[in-house]
Protein backbone atom coordinates (compact mmCIF):
# COMPACT_ATOMS: atom_id res chain seq x y z
CA UNK A 1 0.00 0.00 0.00
CA UNK A 2 1.16 3.19 -0.60
CA UNK A 3 1.83 5.56 1.56
CA UNK A 4 1.91 9.44 1.50
CA UNK A 5 4.46 11.19 3.63
CA UNK A 6 7.18 14.08 3.77
CA UNK A 7 6.02 15.17 -0.09
CA UNK A 8 6.21 12.10 -1.27
CA UNK A 9 4.39 8.32 -1.96
CA UNK A 10 6.65 5.41 -1.03
CA UNK A 11 5.67 1.73 -0.81
CA UNK A 12 8.45 -1.33 -0.11
CA UNK A 13 7.72 -4.51 -2.49
CA UNK A 14 9.33 -8.05 -1.48
CA UNK A 15 9.51 -10.84 -4.29
CA UNK A 16 10.62 -14.10 -3.97
CA UNK A 17 14.27 -13.48 -5.63
CA UNK A 18 16.06 -10.80 -7.28
CA UNK A 19 15.33 -11.84 -10.82
CA UNK A 20 11.83 -11.36 -9.86
CA UNK A 21 11.98 -8.37 -8.37
CA UNK A 22 14.64 -6.78 -11.37
CA UNK A 23 11.97 -8.44 -13.81
CA UNK A 24 9.29 -5.57 -11.89
CA UNK A 25 11.66 -3.12 -11.85
CA UNK A 26 12.45 -3.47 -15.85
CA UNK A 27 8.47 -3.66 -16.31
CA UNK A 28 8.12 0.16 -14.10
CA UNK A 29 10.79 1.60 -16.55
CA UNK A 30 8.81 1.04 -19.44
CA UNK A 31 5.84 2.59 -17.86
CA UNK A 32 7.27 5.45 -15.99
CA UNK A 33 8.63 5.98 -19.84
CA UNK A 34 5.70 6.06 -21.24
CA UNK A 35 4.01 8.45 -18.46
CA UNK A 36 7.63 10.57 -18.67
CA UNK A 37 7.47 10.41 -14.95
CA UNK A 38 10.30 8.50 -12.94
CA UNK A 39 10.44 7.04 -9.55
CA UNK A 40 13.02 7.23 -7.20
CA UNK A 41 13.90 3.31 -5.96
CA UNK A 42 16.19 1.21 -4.41
CA UNK A 43 16.67 -2.31 -4.92
CA UNK A 44 18.07 -5.04 -2.61
CA UNK A 45 18.03 -8.62 -3.38
CA UNK A 46 14.33 -9.48 -3.59
CA UNK A 47 13.39 -6.13 -2.25
CA UNK A 48 12.65 -2.78 -4.31
CA UNK A 49 11.79 0.72 -2.44
CA UNK A 50 10.32 3.32 -3.95
CA UNK A 51 9.06 7.12 -3.49
CA UNK A 52 7.23 9.29 -6.30
CA UNK A 53 7.08 12.86 -5.71
CA UNK A 54 7.15 15.58 -8.85
CA UNK A 55 10.04 17.50 -9.23
CA UNK A 56 8.86 20.10 -11.34
CA UNK A 57 6.29 20.69 -8.86
CA UNK A 58 8.93 21.73 -6.08
CA UNK A 59 8.72 17.87 -5.11
CA UNK A 60 4.95 17.33 -3.82
CA UNK A 61 2.49 14.86 -4.70
CA UNK A 62 0.92 15.56 -7.49
CA UNK A 63 -1.62 13.55 -10.16
CA UNK A 64 1.18 12.39 -11.85
CA UNK A 65 2.50 10.64 -8.61
CA UNK A 66 -1.23 9.30 -8.10
CA UNK A 67 -1.35 7.85 -11.70
CA UNK A 68 2.20 6.15 -11.49
CA UNK A 69 1.35 4.74 -8.43
CA UNK A 70 -1.67 2.88 -9.79
CA UNK A 71 0.15 1.74 -12.61
CA UNK A 72 2.65 0.52 -10.05
CA UNK A 73 0.60 -1.54 -8.16
CA UNK A 74 -0.96 -3.11 -10.99
CA UNK A 75 2.05 -4.48 -12.01
CA UNK A 76 2.96 -5.61 -8.52
CA UNK A 77 -0.95 -7.23 -8.26
CA UNK A 78 0.59 -9.49 -11.57
CA UNK A 79 3.77 -10.70 -9.20
CA UNK A 80 1.40 -11.22 -6.33
CA UNK A 81 2.50 -8.49 -3.95
Do not use: C
Amino acid sequence: MWTEQDNQLSQNFQFKDFKEAFAFMTEVAIVAEELNHHPWWSNSYNKVEMRLTTHDAGNTVTDKDHVLAQRISVLAERYGV
